[in-house]
């Protein structure tokens, strides 16, 4: 069965991935007054947990949204404040601090799910399509056939892959897989910090604190809105540690034993980042696609943000590339003949995607080992500014 009839009038455009990537190609192409669908395997907005904070920066994330018409409504939401950062050793003692002028606008954070929301709420009613989970496409005549899990199918002129790193777009155009970078989080979770957490509360401070051994473990925490902590505990481990140490996945008591004993030789003021979870234990092994990945172009299909270009979450440029990707992929299709509009953008994703891909497989190597190189983040928030000037006047 078919989930929905084909247009006669115009070509129908499937997006596959309702994350920030494929949310603001609907918007930009909503914007153009191109209708699109976009079909998602969650069961709805909220049936899962979006995940943590997102730093938006000047000279991606955030010209996408002026793009979309969405800056001031971000604006609205973001934490100015939490652009601040602060990086110190395993004992605690202070490396670097970085604490951001009251005018600094270059990279303020937003929870993913706030940004989310924002933009599915950007895209008329009916646009996304909950429940249908992807499970494989294929090429019917000159089209684009789409199976969902639930046994429907739905055909596309124009396949837009937006479903992350374990696309199941991306094999039609590459067969390349994202590979484990020896690099695993766990992800915990504290609320209400100032009444229930208040000593992670001040040790975490505002923005993000980064503490590093030096010797493969590390932890990230990050303030998220309304009184919540995320942490990620990294470790240089394999990625199926848990069933190597003969953990279930659900025996909690098992995998804080296991953190305490591999952080044993940490600072005690740590240690409730350990033990205190709120939301349990979340293993994240870390995967990335080969940096500078391209493809022979094929007509009809193109991949966005993670399905193009999966890379380590250091320096946050993940989210901010899915949105310029998205913004810029819808604005070619509105504006520029079939044949060139995609093959344009695929140039220009890969020419700025490659080398920050690149970047961040270089800042984990460096923050799962050595502790010798701390960034400057006002340089950092500079170049931001800088750069979204020059994108700005490059296309004026």
């Not at 929905?4 to 494929?22: D, H």
């Not at 540690?241 to 025996?251: K, L, T, Y």
């Amino acid at each position: 069965m078919s989930t929905e009839p084909r247009s006669t009038s115009e070509p129908r455009i499937a997006i596959v991935g309702a994350g920030p990537a494929g949310l603001m190609c609907a918007r930009v192409l909503h914007n153009h007054r191109i209708p699109a669908t976009v079909y998602d395997a969650d069961t709805s907005l909220t049936s899962r947990d979006a995940g943590g904070s997102l730093d938006l920066h000047a000279d991606t994330g955030q010209i996408a949204l002026a793009d979309a018409g969405l800056l001031d409504v971000f604006a609205a939401l973001a934490r100015y404040e939490d652009q601040a950062k602060r990086r110190v050793d395993q004992h605690g003692t202070e490396l670097a601090a970085f604490v951001p002028d009251a005018d600094d606008d270059a990279a303020p954070e937003i929870d993913r799910g706030q940004l989310r929301r924002l933009l599915a709420g950007s895209v008329p009613a009916g646009t996304v399509h909950f429940g249908h989970r992807v499970t494989g496409v294929e090429a019917v005549g000159d089209r684009y056939r789409l199976r969902f899990a639930n046994g429907g199918h739905a055909d596309a002129d124009l396949v837009v892959g937006a479903d992350g790193t374990w696309s199941r777009v991306r094999p039609l155009v590459s067969d390349a897989a994202p590979a484990y970078t020896g690099v695993s989080f766990v992800e915990v979770r504290f609320d209400d910090v100032e009444t229930r957490h208040p000593d992670v509360a001040a040790l975490v401070g505002t923005g993000h604190l980064f503490a590093n051994d030096g010797a493969g473990l590390a932890i990230v925490a990050q303030r998220n809105s309304g009184g919540q902590i995320r942490c990620y505990l990294s470790m240089r481990i394999e990625a199926d540690w848990p069933r190597r140490a003969g953990i279930e996945p659900d025996d909690e008591a098992a995998v804080r034993r296991y953190l305490l004993d591999a952080y044993r030789g940490w600072d005690a003021r740590f240690r409730p980042l350990l033990t205190d979870t709120d939301s349990g234990y979340l293993h994240r092994p870390i995967h990335a696609l080969p940096a500078g990945l391209t493809w022979p172009h094929r007509s009809g299909i193109t991949l966005v943000g993670d399905a193009a270009h999966v890379m380590p979450p250091l320096g946050g440029w993940g989210a901010n590339l899915a949105l310029l990707d998205a913004a810029e992929l819808a604005t070619a299709i509105a504006t520029q003949p079939p044949g060139t509009a995609l093959t344009g953008y695929e140039q220009r994703m890969w020419a700025r995607s490659g080398p920050l891909a690149a970047a961040a497989n270089e800042g984990l190597a460096r923050f799962a080992g050595a502790a010798d190189h701390i960034p400057d983040h006002r340089a950092e928030h500079q170049r931001y500014q800088a750069d979204a000037a020059a994108y700005r006047a490059a296309r004026a």
